[in-house]
């Protein structure tokens, strides 16, 4: 029977100090001069949700193979994966103000060049703004080239609740 009390009381304290965990706040470490973040501390406890690399839908479906008019330009592809992103998070009851990290890959349009201003308007229309004040960290990478020629942007998010 003591040995019982004993096990009940460890058990009652160990879920004391994980509640306790559970109920500590996501920390967004702000830089005030820039629209992302410094970085983020999770604390134990939370509920992570990963996406995979997500692009845009399809815009110009009689488009060919490496018609750039398929997914649209750079601008256009942003806002298509941040909202594929916002589409598959909800899915899993989450929403855009969950989403503490962004992993961005752009690559050169048809001219050759990586449109990086077009991507950073699309990423103010979804995150730090009066809608959703939450930046995010974020990773921002040019690369050659993505999975299919007309691909020009592909975003990975991890949402925390």
Do not use: H
Not at 120 to 127: I, N, P, Q, S, V
Not at 137 to 156: C, D, M, N, W
Request: proline share 3%; glycine share 6%; with cysteine.
């Amino acid at each position: 029977m003591k040995n019982s009390i004993v096990f009940i009381l460890i058990a009652i304290v160990a879920f004391s100090c994980t509640n306790e965990k559970a109920k500590e706040a996501i920390r967004r470490i702000d830089r005030p001069e820039s629209s992302i973040l410094k970085g983020v501390y999770v604390p134990e406890g939370k509920d992570l949700f990963y996406t995979s690399g997500l692009v845009s839908e399809v815009l110009n479906a009689n488009a060919s193979a490496g018609d750039m008019s398929k997914y649209g330009n750079t601008y256009e592809q942003s806002i298509g994966a941040l909202q594929k992103i916002k589409e598959t998070i909800e899915a899993e009851g989450y929403s855009m103000n969950d989403v503490f990290f962004l992993r961005v890959y752009l690559a050169p349009n048809e001219t050759g060049e990586i449109d990086w201003d077009a991507w950073f308007k699309a990423y103010g229309e979804y995150f730090n703004n009066d809608e959703n004040p939450n930046k995010v960290a974020r990773s921002t990478i040019g690369v050659y080239k993505l999975a299919r020629p007309e691909l020009l942007v592909e975003v990975e998010a991890v949402a925390a609740k």
